[in-house]
């Protein structure tokens, strides 16, 4: 099942703590909802164990990400491939991070998810929303941890 | 009072054509039933299976370290283990071979990638849970259409670059084979020729038999004697014996294979699945038996799915409605393996019974099987190898013809009937019909359902903006494989034995190789070796599926056991009563010549009073055998049917749609079936209602889909409808009986019929009721919403 | 953990894990008439019937909240020999064919029964929607359950011609 979202979040913080936030694989981690397990294998990759209900499917998903900072196109590029339950989860997301005149950044933000297994067709009809709600909250829990540093 | 059913009342003799009750439901009606998953062998272990999320990925990594840390979990398998065995691929029965756990690669949603083996059933799902597996997906094939792309992805490396296939050439990486029949170039020559022509692109959407009870196994290695006992789901043991020896090496006298109860098969339970053999393997590694039982999940998205064949045909007749020529191509989804359950002659099954009842001169069919990222299968969901497939295309045709000629389907099917004298008929495609009468069974079931009143209703309805359709399918069946010239799986001919013992008392223990689910085989076979031997029914125990104590035999599936085994019953009971007479005529002290069969006795002839019984005569054949002669009173029989057997119907459905929601009702459903001699009425018309909901259930609800990645749509039962007691119709059934030339009781199978038969009634009612607004098909299965969209499209008003 | 669970009026203690389901208890208990056929509680093939007067599907409870309840399956509706009308009725109307989905449909006629002994054949089908059954396309079911009303009201409980 193919998923594709976008949104924009408003971050009250200069574009460089963004940066710094984003290349700091601690910090992005923590931003992950339902976090119960994180190991960092260096400053581009971390693997997250995170709590994940789908509908009837419940439980924990682990996830390799790859964190792919690119500046000099003001352009940040996550990857991110796992799963668990049986399921599969396969993600590409990128943000564009523009600073603003006031002293703000904006995450232009847009992500392609590829969804298999129980996830997609028993948590199918509940997938959507759910999956919406994560990548929104991830962004969010962002936007208030970048502006907190 | 019986011994063998307490519970109920006795019988007597009774041969064919009585409606007795079952023997078999004692045990089932009080919960004493034993199916295999009520088997529990003491120190027994429990297997889960690993499934894969992508429909096509590489396998990059297996990780059973966490597992392995979980209490009760003793070992986790995979492809690398079996291939120490030798097992990691295993034959399927249509000449491919298939993996039995990934090696290297997925090809399907859910495919089995490893095995955990655990003390208990929580704990080896725990396991499963626990191994992490590394994939790299790949591009998908989805649509069968575009699995011959040029540059479709290669989906098995294992042959990509063998182009000669089990059944000819390859054209194509993922091309599996090609089969026709039948002249094409007269067969173009005739219809270019014909008044009228016409066209219709049909698709028999993939599905699932789904029975009730799931699969499941368990192998029992007994490491001190050698033996292999395997408990198995399976409807074919003897078969599933001989296959298990080939592939392990284990000498076929020292496995045994054991089916139990079983809870519905339909079709569900011929192949080999890999799970059978994860715990076959893990018996002998582990040397302790090894249980494992399918989930719904696992039953619905890896076993035997049925169907899935994209048609085209093309139909000549003249302007006045005889048919003159039609030509098929079917393009054939077969998944990643070609796992098809068919005859090995016959890659597409018996399909080319797809001239059905009608009098075709000139017919041609090809049939194209490809590869897709889909489970393996093909099997013959209550079907005899794709005559579902072929009914449902002719049917469906007949009234697409019907409308474009503007006459009436029950005027064109009549017209364009093999008559009764034709038969034995040799059809275009190669079949020598066995016996019918198409036109008296198409009648009983106009008068019964009245026809002519409805079409006059039909027209006022139509008048009013009222939406309402009658459909008709007459079909022909073709069942009972197999005569051993052409029938053979995997090089064993398709026979069938009988053995009947017959006790000094008077009673009997008889035993078949078919392994019935459901058809009542305890019941009918009894009532045949009641008829020919005189017997009381219940003295007379039926015994099926254990291969140390049954006589060979190739399983029930493909309504093939009543023209089989039930074949063999009649003649080995035949063969005891012709020692029996040598007995009787010794103790009625007169020759053998003197003695006859009346009335269920050994007569004198010419001298009624003087008479013995079956029972006094197996007394005899144990205490008083007659000099010379071999004591006792028992036999064997293989019987190789000399044809096949074409049963028949005339199927006729009136329904009526809601403008609103697209709501069909099927407010009557008529079956008229012909299945020649009838056993037992009762269970006849039993198997007839099963069959016609299995065939509402296709039409209207079931279907296994897959979106775009390959995610399997139809993996539980909230996804995959069954109809329940709520929406399935009422049936009317009835018959007429044409009874087989060639069979010795002239019966025909029924097990399949209604199944096979009432798809096109159902989707032909459907579109009548939408003719007017031009609508010429629809595709199965027809749910609320298509029917919505339609009315939608057609500006038809709600109300 | 220790349980105690009243089947068929027999205590029965049993060691489960908490997340066992109550039909894998009464199973692992030896009453194996109760069958399993789905995992989304869809099928009914696990129907048994809770304190005598509701049919509950034994895969939507966990084994542990039916301690403290009485349990009847199958196997504790005849008595004696004596066939209990709804086995005795799905019999003489040849309401099986394969077996697995009769004692869940039984155990749910049983409790449509009581709640209404003389249902109409639409009750009947709606009563028993819950129940799959592959073999036998409901009918001889609906005239089973017909059968097995009318012996009931009868105090003979002689069975009904057919």
Known sequence: MKLEYSGQEKVQAEPEKVWRF??????????????????????????????????????????NIELDPRPEENKMLVRLRGGGLGSAVDLTASANIIGQDDQTTLLDWSGVANVSGPAATVGGRVLDAQAKRLIETVFANMGQKMAEV | MSVQTPNLEPKGIQGLGKPIKRKEDA??????????????????????????????????????????KIPGVKAVITAKDLAAAGLSWIPTLAGDKQMVLADGKVLYQYQEVAAVFAETRQAAADGAAAVQVEYEPLPVVVDPYKATDPDAPVLREDIKDKMEGAHGPRRHHNHIWNWSVGSKEETEKALAQSEVRIKQHMVYPRSHPAPLEPCGCIGDMNKATGRLTVYMTTQAPHAIRTVLSLVTGIPENNIRVISPDIGGGFGNKVPVYPGYVCAIVGSIVLGAPVKWVETRTENLTTTGFARDFHMDIEIGATKDGKVTAMK???????????????????????????????????????????????????????????????SYLIERSMDVLAHELKMDPAELRLKNFIRPEQFPYPSALGWTYDSGDYEKTLKVALERIGYYELRKEQAEKRARGELMGIGISTFTEIVGAGPSKDFDILGIKMFDGAEIRVHPSGSAIVRAGTRHQGQGHETTWAQIVSEELGLDVDKIIVEEGDTDTAPYGLGTYASRSTPTAGGAMALAARRIREKAKKIAAHLLEVSENDVEWVDKKFVVKGVPSKSVTMNEVAFAAYTNPPPGLEPGLETTYYYDPPNLTFPHGAYVCVVDIDKGTGEVKVRRFVAIDDCGTIINPMIVEGQVHGGLTEGFAIAFMQEIAFDEQGNHLASNFTDYLLPTALETPRWETGHTVTPSPHHPLGAKGVGESPTVGSPAAFVNAVVDALAHLGVRHIDMPITREKVWRILRQSGIDSF | MEITLNINGTEKKLNVEPRTLLVQAIRDAGLTGTHIGCDSSSCGVCTVVLDGKTAVKSCTMFAVQAEGHSITTIEGLAQGDKLHPLQQAFHDQHGLQCGYCTPGMIMAAYVLLQHNPNPSEEEIRFGLSGNLCRCTGYQNIVKAVQQAAQMLQQPTGAAADD
């Open chain 2, 27 to 68: 045990r089932f009606i009080v919960g004493k039933g034993t199916y295999l998953d009520d088997i529990n062998l003491p120190g027994m272990l429990y297997m889960a299976l690993v499934h894969s999320p992508y429909a096509h990925a590489k396998i990059l990594n297996i990780d059973a370290s966490e597992a392995l």
């Open chain 2, 328 to 390: 098929v191509y079917t393009l054939a989804d077969h998944g990643a393996f070609d796992a098809a359950a068919d005859p090995s002659k016959y890659p597409a099954g018996l399909f080319s019974i797809c001239t059905g009842s009608y009098d075709f001169q000139k017919a041609y069919a090809e049939v194209d099987a490809v590869y897709t990222n889909k489970a393996p299968g093909g099997v013959a969901y209550r079907c005899s190898f794709r005559v579902t497939e072929a």
């Open chain 1, 22 to 63: 984003v290349q700091d694989p601690h910090k992005v981690a923590s931003c992950l909802p339902d976090l119960k397990a994180v190991e960092i294998k260096d400053e581009k990759n971390l693997v997250a164990t995170v709590g994940v209900a789908v509908g009837p499917v419940r439980g924990t998903f682990k996830f």
